[in-house]
């Protein structure tokens, strides 16, 4: 009971501790996204590259979004990743688009 209690406490301060964008499902990412946007594939903007993902980001979340749902060029519809909700691509597009 002790131990739990202590166990929810870490947990709520790490919570507290984490960055300011929603941690990305990194299941999805690294099964999908990752295989093309680490070393950039067919033009794909690196991950963490902010310099190249700064002219994707100015057309808006929402475009992007439909990008990748539409495929876009070289990225097929869903950038494979069939089981993504918009709110997850969303993230994993703040995390790429991010500095580490
Ligand atoms: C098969 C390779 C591949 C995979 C897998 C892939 N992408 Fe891409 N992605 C690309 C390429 C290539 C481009 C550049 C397309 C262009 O502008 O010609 C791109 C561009 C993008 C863009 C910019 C779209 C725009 O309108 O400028 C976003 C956002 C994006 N990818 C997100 C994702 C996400 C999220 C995933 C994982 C769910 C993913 N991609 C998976 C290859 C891929």
Same mark, same amino acid.
């Given at each position: 009971? =002790?131990?739990? =209690? $202590?166990?929810?406490? $870490? ?54 979004? $439909? ?6 060029? $070289? ?17 994993? =597009? ?7």
């Amino acid at each position: 009971m =002790i131990k739990s =209690i $202590a166990a929810s406490v $870490a947990l709520a301060s790490f919570m507290v501790a984490a960055p300011a964008f929603a941690e990305p499902n990194m299941d999805k990412y690294n099964r999908a996204c990752a295989a093309c946007h680490v070393s950039g594939v067919a033009g794909a903007p690196k991950s963490h590259d902010v310099a190249a993902w700064e002219t994707r980001m100015a057309k808006g979340m929402d475009a992007l979004v $439909a990008s990748v749902k539409n495929g876009l060029n $070289a990225m097929p519809p869903t950038g494979l990743c069939a089981d993504c909700s918009d709110e997850e691509y969303q993230e994993l =597009i703040t995390y790429m688009s991010s500095a580490k």
